[in-house]
């Protein structure tokens, strides 16, 4: 695929943000294409959540610009043509968190069909119907009526999955989804991940998962101190990281 | 060495005069309870606003009302407020002004403690969505807010139905006034005031041990 010639689905560009004080990301820049898998990797703390964070539109960047196939979507004091545009491709862009965060007082069919309808204004019966669908496809048809605090960790962040894909997003983030679930559960949730990669779904992926990151990654970002130390295809990375840090944070991996 | 004559008859010769007096309760209360729901939720609002004159407004009313005492607040509104604004109100309409007043800035801190304990995760699961923020509120944050909100809304309904006997102060014709003025023409106070505490009592406590049943049920789910 000519990713050179196409505008990239979702970039940022010379990100940066700080809290007050504390300098979080200091210059990030990434771009995915069409079917990009970008697995990004690093140390707590190095700042992947702020990134993610930044790119779903959930903070204002400090310095530095996220562009949707071209169209600045966020910078430091945004024009109303910009806030025009964010408010256009928000629902473009879908998030998955690590702690879940359904809506308790809906059931799961209720949490997914909530932002068709109230969003895209999709008649009950479509969001209905798309709802189901995608319940079929994360595997938890059965569970269509069940308040969320019924189902296991695991069984929630596909609820959780499956509530983002309603909205038919163009690139989908996820934030150490799995992390917050018992080793046993986080296999189901890994599995959906890698069938929406091959399905050809844009996805960002922060993550612990070395294992996802080799094998459904197209690239892998390794962050460290709030800056991309290393990027490159999977293989390399793994095999034969560049720098020091990466080595060294690796190293943590192997047993 | 106590030798009281009781002489509870009295109870049942005044009973219609007794209940008249406990309807006027209730209904203060309830009413005071409706108008400070509403009051209460537009201090919250001012609280949490962003602009920090309004929110400035809303903290300092809540807390300016929360630290002083409800009678001379009620004793304020029925004395002074009229020469401020040069109109009389009649003793009924400043108890439930001033019952209402001090009562929502309590509510206020109930609803406030209620939005505040949505997590700020589902709302911006929410905004990810593509929700806009009148939608996340009335959708996501209000429906949570409520139930963990309603609970301290009886238990002020209950506050307030004792809090009503303050109108005995200003005339009011609640129940607490009609055993004050039942006493003076009976010369009977001890049988008639622990008629009425009774009374109040049979009715705030079966309220009250609901309200920690409905608690603790909200906090299994
Ligand atoms: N709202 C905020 N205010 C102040 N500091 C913040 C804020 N959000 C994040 N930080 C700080 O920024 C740094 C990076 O945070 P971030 O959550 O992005 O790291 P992370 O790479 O996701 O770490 P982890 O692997 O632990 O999830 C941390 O030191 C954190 O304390
Ligand atoms: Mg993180």
Known sequence: M????????????????????????????LALAERDVLCVIGPSGSGKTTLLRCCALLEAPTAGTIRMRGEVIAEPAPGPETERARRRVRADIGMVFQHFHL???????????EAPRLVKGASREEAVAAAEALLAKVGLSDKRDVY???????????????????MNPKVMLFDEVTSALDPELRREVLLVMRQLAAEGMTMLVVTHEMNFARQVGSRVAFMDGGVIVEEGPPR???QRPRTERAQRFLAQFED | MFTYQFRWDVVPNNLHFIFSGMQ?????????????????????????????????????????IRNTPVLVQLL????VLPIFFEFRIDAVTAVIIGLSIYSS??????????????????????????????????RIVLPQAIRVTLPPLAANFVQLIKYSSLGAVLS?????????????????????FTFIAVLYFFICWPLSMSIRAWETRLARR
């Open chain 2, 24 to 64: 006027m309760t209730l209904i203060l209360s309830a009413t005071t309870l409706a108008i400070a729901m509403v009051l209460g939720l537009v201090i919250a609002v001012l609280s949490m606003a962003r602009p920090w004159p309004l929110r400035a407004f809303g903290v300092g009313f809540g807390e300016l």
């Open chain 1, 103 to 113: 809506w308790p007082h809906m059931t799961v069919l209720e949490n997914i069909i």
């Open chain 2, 76 to 79: 304020w509104v029925y004395y």
């Open chain 2, 105 to 138: 800035s309590f509510i206020a801190e109930a609803y406030r403690a209620g939005i505040q304990a949505v997590p700020q995760g589902h709302r911006e699961a929410a905004q990810v969505l593509g929700l806009n923020q009148a939608q996340t509120f009335r």
């Open chain 2, 172 to 192: 009011v014709g609640e129940v607490t006034r009609k055993g004050m003025e039942l006493s003076s023409s009976t010369f009977r106070p001890l049988e008639i």
């Open chain 1, 236 to 238: 390399d990375f793994f």
């Open chain 1, 2 to 29: 000519a990713a050179e010639s196409a505008e990239p689905i979702i970039a940022a560009d010379g990100l940066v943000k700080h809290f007050g004080p504390v300098r979080v990301l200091e210059g990030v820049s």
């Open chain 1, 148 to 166: 969320p605090q019924r189902l296991s960790g695991g069984q929630q962040q596909r609820v959780a999955i499956a509530r983002a894909l309603a």
